[in-house]
């Protein structure tokens, strides 16, 4: 089992910045791509930003890309996720998330989530 506990939401005028920590316990060497995901009210969960386990390949949604920068350091089992020019549209639920790679098949064995961290951007 892996458990996920994140950190560092709050409430921040447009514009500002915040940075979003995930620490991971647990069986945290069989951890290989983390991300995290968010979600706003009425709105279904949706992939924020993503990396791979030695955090070389990222992803984002566009609609954050050039504001947020995820990053990970693996000694701390922490992954973070780096939040400029935040906007009201970017209030949500921040969830980390881990998953689990099936060696050699490459398919995902298990999948974990943290119970989030909110974020509000005012206006």
């Known amino acids: 089992q892996v458990q996920l506990v994140e950190s560092g939401g709050g409430l921040v005028q447009a514009g500002g910045s915040l940075r979003l920590s995930c620490a991971a316990s647990g069986r945290t060497l069989s951890i290989g791509p983390m991300a995290w995901f968010r979600q706003a009210p009425g709105k279904e969960r949706g992939l924020v930003a993503e990396?791979?386990?030695?955090?070389?390949?990222?992803d984002y949604a566009d609609s954050v890309k050039g504001r947020f920068t995820i990053s990970r350091d693996n000694a701390k089992n922490t992954v973070y996720l780096q939040m400029n020019s935040l906007n009201p549209e970017d209030t949500a639920v921040y969830h980390c998330?881990?998953?689990?790679?099936?060696?050699?098949?490459?398919?995902?064995?298990?999948?974990?989530w943290g119970k989030g961290t909110l974020v509000t951007v005012s206006s």
């Open positions: 990396t791979n386990w030695s955090g070389g390949r990222t």
């Open positions: 998330n881990a998953r689990v790679i099936e060696p050699g098949t490459g398919l995902l064995r298990e999948e974990y």
